[in-house]
Each structure stands twice: as structure tokens, then as C-alpha cells.
């Protein structure tokens, strides 16, 4: 992971993130932000600075549980991601409603971390570089690619955790 050549972009997010932040722990991310609704040129800028990367960990920020308003994913988004992978790997992150992947059906690599509070973030980043291992299964029926008891288990590769001292025995 060390060699690799790594951005993150967070989607729905004004500025830097607790998410962007921890990766940057890891290794050396070059950090992205762009609004939910992206402009052609936007979207444009975006392929030609991220589809060069080996990797590109996409953070999806600001979404609700209304169906009616795509679980606050946007269709400009969701289009960008899916042209974005076809150039590089592409991890989506959704910190958000487990209901909205019914709008990420053609994603190859995905994590539903369920909220955005910054310890969700943070736990997100350090699982992704293997901290500990994920074990995680849907609880719900989001679409027919993600159904209730979908999931995948992943090993911890025991790399440097971030966290308090009362989690490691220290009092």
C-alpha cells in the first residue's frame, strides 16, 4: 500500500474529512471534495486527476433516508463513480442509510459504514488498511445485488489501529 499512488474524494462534503483525514495516517492520499450534484467540467477535471491513480477511495457524504430523494445520492454523482471505475479502482464508501445502495448496483468494491459521525469515519479508514478485519452483513434488502445477509468477511492484517488507550488495556 505503500507504493501505491492513492486519492480520496469525498462527494457531499464541504471540505476535508474525518474519513480523508485517517487515511492520511496510512499513507500519502491526495484529498478531493466535490458537491453531490457534479457539472459536466466538474466531472471532467475529476476523471483526469483521479482515473491516473492506482486507487480512489470515494466517501459518500450529506445523505438521508428519503427514498423519493435518492437517499441524498445524486444521479451526476452515481454517473461519475461509475465512469471513474472503468479507469481505476474505485472503493465507495457510503456513510449513510444501507437502503440507498439500491443506487450503487454497479459498484466492484464497496463498504456501507451506516453513518457519518467522525468515528464511523475514522473506523472506516482504518479498516479499509486493515486494522481490523470487517465482518460485516446486510440487514436489509437494499436492491437484488445487495440483499439482506450480503456481506463479505475480511482478515485483520494487525496494521497500527488508532483509538483510546482503555482499548488496548491501558488504564
Known amino acids: 500500500i505503500d507504493t501505491l499512488e492513492i486519492a480520496s474524494l ?24 466535490s458537491p453531490k450534484d457534479m457539472a459536466t467540467d466538474q466531472q471532467q477535471r475529476l476523471l483526469r486527476s483521479l482515473g491516473d491513480k492506482e486507487l480512489v477511495l470515494v466517501g459518500l457524504h450529506g445523505m438521508n433516508h428519503k427514498m423519493g430523494e435518492n437517499y441524498g445520492l445524486s444521479a451526476s454523482a452515481i454517473q461519475f463513480l461509475e465512469k471513474l471505475q472503468e479507469k481505476t479502482s474505485v472503493v465507495w464508501v457510503v456513510f449513510g ?27 472506516a479508514a482504518q479498516g479499509i488498511f486493515g486494522s481490523f478485519g470487517f ?18 468477511y475480511s482478515p485483520a492484517l494487525h496494521r497500527l489501529g488508532f483509538g483510546l488507550p482503555e482499548e488496548s488495556g491501558l488504564h
Open 10 to 33: 469525498s462527494i457531499g462534503a464541504a471540505g476535508i474529512t474525518p474519513f480523508q483525514k485517517s487515511l492520511s495516517r496510512y499513507a500519502d492520499v491526495e484529498h478531493y471534495q
Open 97 to 123: 442509510n444501507p437502503y440507498s445502495l439500491v443506487n450503487c448496483k454497479n459498484a466492484k468494491s464497496l463498504l456501507e459504514a451506516y453513518d457519518e459521525d467522525p468515528i464511523t469515519q475514522e473506523m
Open 135 to 152: 465482518r460485516g452483513l446486510l440487514p436489509v434488502t437494499a436492491s437484488k445485488e445487495y440483499a439482506f445477509g450480503d456481506g463479505d
